[in-house]
């Protein structure tokens, strides 16, 4: 069974930083690009990047809304994804969810975790 | 970027009525190359995280039941249910996956009536 676990959310002044975490099972993580994505308070979904496979690069793409504060990486000999979040801001509150990215280069998200809230305010 | 856009943003239906959901994109989602269509559908219940039910525009997910179904092509996409049932009432986004930034249509909320 696919699970995805995130941890590391809590409340964080602006400016801070914070990390998160996404433990996978349940699949041969090092085969699968990841993905982050988030939600705000009673808003939409937002896509804020994803991590390729190595057989792909392994290379990564953010939101606009996030590049050069935020820092995706994977570790596969523990199936670990991470979200290295910098220079928070307000507007970076939100639920924050792993998804397993399914395709080549270009994925839609087939399983995702069950979120961690990231609250940013002094 | 590709904006998607969906209508209604709410819609009510009775109970074993048909639902239908539509998703436009800002510019065509079909790859020529591949002849496929990059967009997705997800279902998000209360308190839940998404929960994928198309892609390829029309390919359901294992385990998603056969009333739900997509269709379009280009930049004109629908999700229909065919006879809703109670615990269909959700959020709905569709997605597009043609280039990045991957974007979300900005939700519809299914009630029932």
């Known amino acids: 069974e696919?699970?995805?676990v995130e941890s590391g959310g809590g409340l964080v002044q602006p400016g801070r930083s914070l990390r998160l975490s996404c433990t996978a099972s349940g699949f041969a993580f090092g085969d699968f690009a990841m993905s982050w994505a988030r939600q705000a308070p009673g808003k939409?979904?937002?896509w804020v990047?994803?991590?390729?496979s190595k057989a792909?690069?392994?290379t990564i793409e953010y939101a606009a809304s996030v590049k050069g504060r935020f820092t995706i990486s994977r570790d596969d000999s523990k199936s670990i994804a991470y979200l290295e979040?910098?220079?928070?801001k307000t507007e970076d509150t939100a639920v924050y969810y792993c998804t397993r990215a399914h395709g080549d280069y270009l994925y839609y998200f087939d399983y995702w975790g069950q979120g961690t809230l990231v609250t940013v305010s002094s | 970027d590709i904006v998607m856009t969906q209508s209604?943003?709410?819609l009510?239906?009775?109970?074993?009525?048909r639902a239908t959901i539509n998703c436009k994109s800002s510019q065509s989602v079909l790859y020529s190359s591949n002849n496929k269509n990059y967009l997705a559908w997800y279902q998000q219940k209360p308190g839940q995280p998404p929960k994928l039910l198309i892609y390829w525009a029309s390919t359901r997910e294992s385990g998603v039941p056969d009333r739900f179904s997509g269709s379009g092509s280009?930049?004109?996409?629908?999700l229909t249910i065919s006879s809703l049932q109670a615990e269909d009432v959700a959020l709905y986004y569709c997605q597009q996956y043609f280039n990045t930034p991957h974007t979300f249509g900005q939700g519809t909320k299914l009630e029932i009536k």
């Open chain 2, 74 to 78: 280009g930049t004109d996409f629908t």
């Open chain 1, 56 to 58: 792909y690069g392994g």
């Open chain 2, 12 to 17: 009510a239906v009775s109970l074993g009525e």
């Open chain 1, 85 to 88: 979040m910098s220079s928070l």
């Open chain 1, 2 to 4: 696919v699970q995805l």
């Open chain 2, 8 to 10: 209604p943003d709410s």
């Open chain 1, 44 to 46: 939409g979904l937002e």
């Open chain 1, 49 to 52: 990047g994803f991590i390729r």
